[in-house]
């Protein structure tokens, strides 16, 4: 997948990510932090599945996308609690 794609992808992850918190009520981070937060997922996991994450029915989608949110450290670039979401490869 050329990069631009990837960019919009994660774009639009992030817009459902924001949309899963308005539901919840709580205060989304910032569309660039989260698109971030996938670049780094594409690194740790190569091969990540981001448009059946996408596309994907929302709990599952909520699972994987709070659970980078709670447990990837942004200082170390790792994840940690032994998170392992369902799209990663």
Request: proline residues 4%; hydrophobic residues 35%.
């Amino acid at each position: 997948m050329d990069v631009l794609k990837m960019y919009e992808l994660h774009g639009k992850i992030a817009q459902r990510y924001e949309q899963a918190c308005a539901e919840a009520g709580l205060t989304p981070d910032a569309r660039l932090k989260t698109c971030m937060d996938l670049e780094k997922m594409a690194e740790i996991f190569p091969g990540f599945r981001f448009k059946e994450m996408l596309n994907s029915p929302a709990r599952e989608f909520n699972h994987d996308i709070f659970g980078i949110k709670n447990n990837l450290n942004r200082t170390t670039g790792k994840m940690e609690n032994e998170f392992l979401p369902r799209y990663a490869s």
